[in-house]
């Protein structure tokens, strides 16, 4: 009993551990994104070159990808999560100095292939560390950090920025990581693996066979479709307030908080639904693809916020449509827990992230085009309403039937 209470504490801390870092990741990331007004009078950057850091950075972390599955299933979560933090905590630092575009492209390219570690790093933790009873719970809280980091970060860096100036807010935030890595370090030390692995063994992935597998582009198809959406809201949503709605850099930061509060309730939300499903006799099939369809259908009146006189019920809309990006997001990783083998998880992932960020890329890239040609928001707006009734259809389409890795529910 006192083992199984050790483990239960250990596994809390490594969720806490994990939750703060995500966090972190999206805090770094999103500072940019609010900085924009400032940066942009600055350095007379136009929407392309602003586009320009934004694709540059998802095509770091799509080609980063490649190699972060191994990296991540050969050394482990404890090592390549803390190698990760600590340099993506670095080039978070690396703003503070930067002065040119240059500069700025090699700060963000340096950002993007550490930080493209996390998302395949916490789904391996889950997979391999909690049990399967609490792998839904634990991935849904996880999903929730990014939405707290995006909650946080628009209410304080502004008006940090204001005080202080922009390059104390790079700086401080980057050196938040190294706090963590020191908790992380203490933290992990005694960790104990759910998932069986022999002590000293290296896993070879065979990329034929994950080239080859059905499952695998499955949740390749579904991230390439739903997480150019989010990547789009988080690099273009505080220019859209700024735009649409004539804010300053100091008032952009409430809207922002509140559509990525809704996106927090998203995550955990798919926590809750699909053991409930579970529960009420669902197969995995069935309470999996009916989780995706509900928030599918959600996220459809997104484009309103177009038309409306208020940032508050702009916000609230897009709100909704990233309530709804998160519940889908959890149900990806879940998906991705009950198909493929743990052993395999960080690197299907990282598949998956590749494919999220390359279309994550293409969609920041456009966005700063039509911006430039005086188009606006709406052909953006309208593909990401309907994003996630393609993904839908496609998980149906390649797996007709899901079925659990070794016939085990997992989430």
């Not at 299933?73 to 990760?84: E, M, N, P």
Request: with cysteine; aromatic share 12%; proline share 5%.
């Amino acid at each position: 009993m006192q083992q199984t209470s050790g483990a239960n504490r250990q596994q809390v801390v490594l969720m806490v551990l994990v939750f703060c870092a995500t966090a972190l990741n999206y805090v770094d990331r999103q500072v940019l994104a609010l900085l924009k007004p400032t940066l942009q009078a600055e350095f007379h950057w136009t929407n392309s070159d602003y586009a320009n850091l934004g694709s540059a950075f998802q095509l770091s972390a799509m080609l980063a990808l490649i190699f972060v599955g191994w990296f991540v299933d050969r050394f482990g979560v404890r090592v390549a999560y803390g190698a990760a933090v600590a340099v993506w905590s670095l080039a978070g630092i690396g703003h503070a100095v930067s002065r040119t575009i240059p500069q700025f492209l090699i700060a963000r390219v340096s950002l993007a292939v550490a930080e493209s570690v996390n998302t395949p790093a916490a789904v391996k933790a889950g997979a391999t560390y909690m049990p399967l009873d609490m792998r839904s719970l634990s991935l849904g809280v996880i999903n929730t950090a990014p939405n707290i980091g995006a909650i946080i970060t628009p209410l304080v860096i502004p008006a940090f920025a204001l005080a202080f100036g922009w390059h104390a807010a790079f700086f401080v935030t980057g050196a938040l990581g190294f706090v963590w890595l020191f908790f992380w370090i203490v933290g992990t030390r005694n960790l104990v693996p759910i998932v069986a692995v022999t002590p000293g063994a290296r896993p070879k992935i065979a990329w034929d066979d994950l080239l080859h597998d059905r499952r695998t582009w499955t949740v390749a198809g579904a991230k390439a479709l739903t997480d150019q959406v989010w990547w789009f809201m988080l690099f273009w949503m505080p220019d859209f307030f700024n735009k649409a709605f004539h804010m300053t850099q100091a008032q952009i930061g409430g809207p922002t908080a509140v559509a990525f509060v809704m996106a927090a309730l998203g995550a955990l939300t798919c926590g809750v639904l699909f053991p409930a499903l579970i529960a009420r006799g669902y197969t995995i099939n069935s309470a999996r693809k009916l989780s995706m369809l509900l928030y599918a259908c959600l996220i459809l009146p997104m484009p309103i916020a177009l038309f409306v006189n208020s940032p508050w019920t702009a916000a609230l809309l897009i709100g909704l449509g990233l309530f709804a990006h998160q519940g889908f997001s959890t149900n990806i990783f879940g998906l991705t827990a009950d198909i493929v083998p743990a052993q395999r998880v960080g690197s299907v992932m990282a598949i998956g992230g590749i494919a999220g960020n390359l279309t994550g890329s293409g969609i920041i890239w456009l966005t700063g085009r039509l911006l430039d040609a005086k188009i606006g928001y709406g052909p953006i707006f309208g593909l990401a309403s309907v994003s996630y009734l393609l993904a839908t259809l496609w998980v149906h389409l390649l797996l007709p039937t899901i079925r659990a890795a070794n016939e085990e529910v997992a989430c």
